[in-house]
């Protein structure tokens, strides 16, 4: 365990996306997830990248387009409010098919709402946020190993779609500490890509970088070229977990946090002869649909908990094509359910069941 | 074994340093483990809590909401979390900041005058090492060796000059009868 060391998670993602390659980050503070720019702030100047706080999200998010559009690891992060502020450049960088990181430690809202951990932007990030017909690929850790991991296969995963991609955490994630152990640091000796622009030096044709697209013959032949990538992501992308699932007659859809407080009602349950097991997405987009479905199959009944008044559940009703019945154990503006409140979540589900 | 620990006091009390000697101590010792502090507007002269999970197994929520283990160094903190202890864990109580007893028959109770050992040793700052030594003694969740290690590791570089003190005050509570 001597390679491990302990970080709260939102250094895990800083130093993580360091070790990934990432030498570009703009941001602007904001409760609770300030420890990633303190901690850029610091790294960034002593490796020769470039850590600039913003005057704004909004300036924040549009710096990250235009490194993103050199073909140049960059990210920015934020909470609730602050990505709220982002949408409009997440919408031109994925108009413009480009990868970037956008991390949203949660907080709650609406509004300005609190600074206390919240699940809620969960529509905001899987359902676009900004306009057009676009999807960010979303990955949810729910814990601070996971925020590392996350954090390069983001990188990754962007790079390979040409797609912004944001690690959906939430303060409890970002403000907690627990052993990591960390990627070796990967050199990106950096690939000329071949739609980036970075100079012709009158060698070449030029690159455009671009959404606006004025015929609309045009746009609609982009918008479904961009379709045909994100149902490969969605045929290759899927990452979940499955905990408990094997007999299990009931199943609870959780992720993050409220994943980490299903898991103790789960094995609470279980010890009163309950057979309950845990479905936790990794990806909310592509969402796991497929298990879910089969999973109809075998279980009576399902339980989505969330930091939310109920924003997954539409996913896992979809999902299952509404075959069996999904509860909700919710909180919200910041609250955490306790396991006792998701375990009678869990027994009012199998008395509504039997 | 899992042991679910929850330290509560005023924010400037070294609340959340004291839950980190003990997740360092957990992670010299191979441990899984988690750490997570309250944080927000009540860590500003209001109170400060953090929560600690050790344990062999993975760790579910990282939130302590029945602690096997309380350590309090205000009023307000035992008063709002003395009910949600376990049956049979321990309550430590600085006693020289609290001047009321711990209600519940159920549990073990002890009581340190935290606060004036640190005083009357010099070193004002560390009621709340002192208050861990005393757990670790009672406690069986980390053994009392390796806590050099841990405390070299809380302990930045640049506050090398506090090892000592912090191993002292460790000693005051261990050996305090």
């Known amino acids: ?354 | 074994m899992t042991t679910q620990i929850l330290i509560a006091g005023f924010g400037g009390q070294g609340i959340l340093f004291a839950g980190k000697f003990l997740a360092n101590k957990g992670l010299v010792e191979g441990k899984q483990l988690s750490w997570l502090p309250s944080y927000g507007p009540e860590m500003r002269g209001g109170t400060a809590n953090c929560s600690v999970v050790l344990s062999d197994e993975p760790i579910g929520s990282p939130i302590v909401t029945k602690p096997d283990v309380l350590i309090v160094m205000n009023l307000p903190s035992l008063d709002k979390y003395e009910d949600a202890v376990v049956p049979g864990g321990k309550i430590f109580v600085d006693s020289t900041l609290i001047e009321r007893k711990v209600r519940r028959r159920d549990v073990d109770a002890y009581y340190i005058p935290a606060t004036q050992l640190a005083q009357q040793n010099g070193i004002p700052t560390l009621a709340n090492m002192i208050l861990l030594g005393k757990v670790m003694r009672e406690s069986d969740f980390t053994p009392y060796e390796g806590i050099e290690e841990a405390v070299r590791t809380v302990v930045s570089a640049k506050h090398a000059d506090l090892f000592d003190v912090n191993l002292k005050a460790l000693e005051l509570g261990h050996s305090f009868e």
């Open chain 1, 1 to 354: 365990m001597s390679d491990k060391v302990l970080m709260k998670g939102n250094e895990a993602i800083a130093e993580a996306a360091i070790r990934a390659g990432c030498r570009h980050y703009f941001g602007y503070p904001i409760t609770p997830q300030t420890e990633v720019a303190a901690y850029m702030a610091k790294r960034m100047p002593k490796i020769g990248g470039v850590f600039l706080q913003a005057e704004s999200e909004i300036a924040a998010i549009n710096m990250v387009y235009g490194v993103a559009g050199t073909g140049r690891r960059v990210m920015t992060s934020s909470s609730s409010p602050g990505v709220s502020l982002k949408q409009e450049g997440i919408s031109y960088i994925a108009g413009s098919d480009l990868p970037c990181l956008i991390v949203n430690v949660q907080r709650g809202g609406p509004g300005l709402g609190g600074i206390q951990p919240s699940q809620s932007d969960y529509f905001q990030a899987t359902k676009g946020g900004g306009h057009g017909d676009y999807h960010l690929i979303v990955l949810a850790p729910s814990s601070v190993q996971e925020m590392a991991d996350m954090t390069s296969k983001a990188f990754d995963l962007a790079d390979k779609y040409r797609m912004p991609a944001m690690l959906l955490a939430d303060g409890t994630i970002g403000q907690m500490m627990e052993p990591v152990k960390l990627a070796e640091p990967v050199e990106h000796p950096f690939v000329e890509k071949e739609w980036a622009v970075t100079g012709t030096k009158m060698q070449r044709e030029h690159h455009i970088v671009n959404s606006l697209y004025l015929v609309p013959e045009q746009l609609e032949k982009k918008n479904f070229e961009r379709y045909e990538r994100y149902k490969k992501v969605e045929e290759n992308e899927v990452i979940y977990e499955s905990f408990m699932m094997d007999d299990a007659e009931y199943c609870v859809v959780a992720f993050g946090i409220a994943a980490r407080v299903s898991k103790n009602a789960v094995v609470a349950a279980r010890k009163e002869g309950i057979k309950v097991g845990l479905i936790r997405p990794v990806t909310l987009w592509p969402f796991p649909k497929k298990v879910l479905s089969e999973t109809a199959e075998k279980v009576k009944g399902f339980l989505s908990v969330e930091l939310s008044m109920g924003q997954m559940i539409e996913d896992v009703k979809l999902a299952t094509s509404c075959r069996r019945p999904v509860g909700l154990c919710r909180r919200s503006g910041g609250m955490i359910p306790s396991p006792d409140e998701v375990l009678e979540a869990i027994k009012n589900m199998q008395r509504g069941e039997e």
